[in-house]
Nanobody
Framework: QVQLVESGGGLVQAGGSLRLSCAGS????????MGWYRQAPGKQRELVAT???????NYADYAKGRFTISRDNAKNTVYLQMNSLKPEDTAVYYC??????????WGQGTQVTVSS
């Protein structure tokens, strides 16, 4: 059974930084593509960034230049370094993983709050 456990969320002032981590448990086949989505109150869940095993990352436009996604394949862990945070980045951030059969798995989410 695949589990994704996020950590690193919290409260930060505008302009600050946070680093999110997501550790996956299960077969490495379950972690072909890992990434992050976010959902703000009253809004739909949206892509932040994804990174495939051995491939190049993909970012949402608003994340380019501010956020950096990376992964440690040996640990089935994905990271999201967020810099220059803005109040509009406030959301619940969800870790996700897609396996080689295109099945998606989700973490429980971690709250990120950016104060102005």
């Amino acid at each position: 059974q695949v589990q994704l456990v996020e950590s690193g969320g919290g409260l930060v002032q505008a302009g600050g930084s946070l680093r999110l981590s997501c550790a996956g448990s299960g077969s490495f086949l379950s972690f072909y593509r890992m990434g992050w989505y976010r959902q703000a109150p009253g809004k739909q869940r949206e892509l932040v960034a994804t990174i495939p095993r051995g491939g190049n990352p993909n970012y949402a436009d608003y994340a380019k230049g501010r956020f950096t996604i990376s992964r440690d394949n040996a640990k089935n862990t994905v990271y999201l370094q967020m810099n220059s945070l803005k109040p509009e980045d406030t959301a619940v951030y969800y870790c996700t993983s897609r396996d080689f059969n295109s099945r998606d798995y989700w973490g429980q989410g971690t709250q990120v709050t950016v104060s102005s």
